[in-house]
């Protein structure tokens, strides 16, 4: 009864937009079959947004919690932190690109700005890896993380699940299987994801016997990322790309697209992986022994992109660039050789 008088034309001071707005209102609620004054009531008695709600904001800048008394262990945390907000926007892209291959509404205009965003969000963290390579102070850093182990950066999810989302899995097994599963099929997900570079690198060579660092996380990661390789089989970006048809029209797009993806290669690959591991090098690199790992790989060897050789697209690089995969940077950047 109340909503009704309520919704009667009376004298009011009402501007014909507000009039208009409250009409399309009406509509668009009692299409849902809702009532609209109930509505208007919630927005009556709502607050006013704050920014700090609005962002989680206290939520948010309670989340770094030391567990030594090392100041720069604070940075180390909120670094991390950092990083796994951008992995996060990344993934946002790779889902986007991923429902609208399994919805068929994906075009290349669209695949190349999902990629072009995720390329600015990898090129922000490899800039600001120098805050982890000389934002700490090493003394602290080598005894902090002794209060760490076994936990590492190894253990995050989000970095593995950019890369099943990149590639087909076949891409980012060890290289020593890349050849025997290049054409593997969605039943033999099971046997690549055993073999994937990670889950060897932190094996112990002679024993094969796992790192706990690597036993912790597989059990509790495994199911969720053997799941997600599962449902990208057919909607990972090399996937995605190789399935596009273009119109002639295209054509400039097909050639920033595999600029993009070439990008993204190189940014995940190489320019992340090797800012990433300058930072190793300046904190583990001690003569006359080097520092062991906190997830127990030998670093020197695992992380560095020529040895893994890890490489989304093949298809879009030349014998001699996958052959140098890596060489140039490490030698300039890491070693500062010219
Ligand atoms: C002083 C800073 C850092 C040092 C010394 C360092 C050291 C290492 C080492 C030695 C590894 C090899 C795995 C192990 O045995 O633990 C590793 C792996 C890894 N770290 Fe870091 N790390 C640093 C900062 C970071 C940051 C800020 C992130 C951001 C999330 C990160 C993410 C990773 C990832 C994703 C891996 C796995 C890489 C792969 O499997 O190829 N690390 N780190």
């Known amino acids: 009864m109340y909503s009704e008088l309520a919704l009667m034309?009376?004298?009011?001071?009402?501007?014909?937009?507000?009039?208009?707005?409250?009409?399309?209102?009406?509509?668009?609620?009692?299409?849902?079959?809702?009532?609209?004054?109930?509505?208007?009531?919630?927005?009556?008695?709502?607050?006013f947004l704050t920014y700090w709600d609005y962002i989680n904001l206290d939520t948010l800048l309670s989340l770094q919690q030391p567990i030594t008394p090392y100041p720069d262990e604070k940075v180390f945390i909120i670094y991390h932190q950092i990083t796994e907000l951008y992995f996060k926007l990344s993934l946002h892209e790779f889902d986007?690109?991923?429902?609208?291959?399994?919805?068929?509404?994906?075009?290349?205009?669209?695949?190349?700005?999902?990629?072009?965003?995720?390329?600015?969000?990898?090129?922000?963290?490899?800039?600001?890896?120098?805050i982890m390579v000389d934002g700490m102070d090493q003394g602290e850093f080598l005894k902090f993380r002794?209060?760490?182990?076994?936990?590492?950066?190894?253990?995050?999810?989000q970095y593995r699940k950019i890369e099943i989302c990149s590639t087909s899995l076949d891409?980012?097994?060890?290289?020593?299987?890349?050849?025997?599963?290049?054409?593997?099929?969605?039943?033999?997900?099971?046997?690549?994801?055993?073999?994937?570079?990670?889950?060897?690198?932190?094996?112990?060579?002679?024993?094969?016997?796992?790192?706990?660092?690597l036993k912790q996380f597989e059990k509790k990661y495994d199911e969720e990322l053997l799941d997600l390789a599962g449902r990208?089989?057919?909607?990972?970006?090399?996937?995605?790309?190789?399935?596009l048809v273009f119109t002639s029209e295209e054509s400039d797009i097909k050639e920033e697209l595999r600029q993009a993806m070439r990008w993204l290669d190189v940014n995940v690959n190489?320019?992340?992986?090797?800012?990433?591991?300058?930072?190793?090098?300046?904190?583990?690199?001690?003569?006359?022994?080097?520092i062991a790992a906190s997830g127990g790989t030998n670093w020197q060897k695992y992380l560095p992109p020529r040895f893994q050789k890890r490489i989304f697209f093949p298809e879009l690089w030349s014998e001699q660039e996958l052959e140098d995969w890596g060489k140039r940077w490490v030698k300039s950047e890491v070693f500062g050789v010219k």
Do not use: C
Request: net charge neutral; proline share 4%.
């Open 9 to 47: 034309p009376t004298t009011n001071n009402f501007s014909p937009e507000i009039l208009e707005k409250l009409d399309s209102l009406q509509k668009k609620y009692s299409a849902m079959g809702q009532d609209l004054p109930s509505y208007l009531d919630g927005l009556l008695f709502a607050d």
């Open 146 to 157: 002794m209060s760490l182990l076994p936990a590492s950066g190894f253990q995050s999810a």
């Open 171 to 213: 891409r980012i097994a060890h290289k020593n299987h890349r050849e025997a599963f290049s054409n593997y099929s969605i039943e033999d997900i099971p046997k690549v994801f055993n073999h994937l570079y990670w889950r060897e690198g932190a094996s112990e060579l002679k024993t094969g016997s796992k790192t706990l660092t």
């Open 270 to 290: 190489i320019n992340w992986t090797l800012a990433h591991y300058k930072s190793a090098v300046r904190y583990l690199q001690r003569d006359p022994e080097d």
């Open 232 to 243: 990208t089989y057919s909607s990972n970006v090399r996937s995605v790309a190789a399935s």
């Open 96 to 130: 986007r690109i991923s429902e609208a291959q399994t919805d068929s509404s994906i075009t290349p205009t669209f695949l190349l700005e999902r990629i072009r965003r995720i390329n600015r969000y990898f090129v922000a963290l490899t800039s600001s890896f120098d």
